[in-house]
């Protein structure tokens, strides 16, 4: 059940018609096994998230929430159905130039972080460019940016083992952000933390992802964390059950904190 930190009103999953649409689900089935062992872990999920926006997917474990966003984020095949992103339905993507377009548009912040133990934290974030092919001294100076918004300037040449989870979870959200993604997807970016860490983490991801034209999908098991979000997406049993809109008082709050935060 949500217990939302802020009044949400229950609406249906139909984005506002004045904004270009994030993400479109037509339909989407998963199917996992053969034969006998074959089940739907997805059951035509039909969605629609506006750009300019942070949904929030919560449900219980086990109900599909990694496979829908894994689907939307291209990393997934769907059985059925199709997912369109800003536009481009993913059917017409021929495999390699859904690489291209992945790599390009879409940041995945995975639950367990995925660093690279042997690379430093700037290095860490700095792959995403230097597979893109960016010079090598511009990359990094660019991934010392990003840690610095997310406030690890002073860190950027550590080793992720010497990293607390909560400073790793950062480092992880600065390399899925460090290309400038128009989907930011993350797998429950606050399971690991404690209660202020997580607030931080979610502060972060509205100030720098959510943007015009620019969207996040949170998936998270964290209540504390609802009223972070602009709809909330309830899922259970490979299904979207119900759509959650918030009533707009949650992106002023932000924005007077991260003012606040200018100011002092
Ligand atoms: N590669 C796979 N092969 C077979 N079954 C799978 C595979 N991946 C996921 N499943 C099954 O699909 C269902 C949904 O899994 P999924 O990981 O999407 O759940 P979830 O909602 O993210 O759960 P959690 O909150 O525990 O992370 C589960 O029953 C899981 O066992
Ligand atoms: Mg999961």
Redesign the pocket.
């Known amino acids: 059940m949500i217990q939302a930190a802020h009044n949400l009103n229950v609406a249906t999953s139909a984005a506002p018609a004045d904004r270009p649409l994030a993400v479109l689900c037509r339909g989407v089935v998963k199917d996992?096994?053969d034969g006998d062992t074959r089940?739907r872990?997805l059951h035509e999920v039909d969605l629609e998230l506006p750009a300019g926006e942070m949904s929030l997917l919560v449900?219980?474990?086990?109900?599909?929430?990694?496979?829908?966003i894994s689907i939307i984020a291209g990393l997934l095949e769907p059985t059925e159905g199709d997912v369109t992103l800003f536009g481009t339905p993913r059917a017409s993507l021929s495999q390699r130039q859904l690489i291209a377009f992945r790599a390009a548009n879409i940041g995945f912040v995975f639950q367990q972080y995925n660093l690279l133990p042997a690379l430093t934290a700037t290095a860490n974030v700095a792959i995403p460019l230097l597979i893109a092919r960016m010079d090598r001294e511009a990359a990094f100076a660019r991934a010392r940016q990003l840690l610095e918004q997310v406030g690890l300037a002073d860190r950027a040449e550590a080793l992720p083992a010497t990293l607390s989870g909560g400073q790793q979870q950062r480092v992880a959200i600065a390399r899925a952000l460090v290309h400038e993604p128009r989907l930011l997807v993350c797998d429950?970016p606050t399971a690991a933390l404690d209660a202020h860490s997580g607030q931080t983490v979610m502060e972060l991801l509205r100030r720098v992802a959510v943007q015009p034209g620019r969207s996040v999908i949170v998936?998270t098991?964290d209540n504390r964390v609802f009223g972070y979000g602009d709809r909330i997406m309830e899922?259970a049993d490979g299904r979207i059950q119900e759509v959650r809109v918030a009533d707009g008082s949650f992106p002023e709050r932000v924005a007077a904190t991260a003012s606040a935060e200018t100011a002092s």
């Open positions: 996992f096994g089940i872990v449900g219980p474990s086990g109900c599909g929430k990694t496979t829908l429950e998936v098991h899922m």
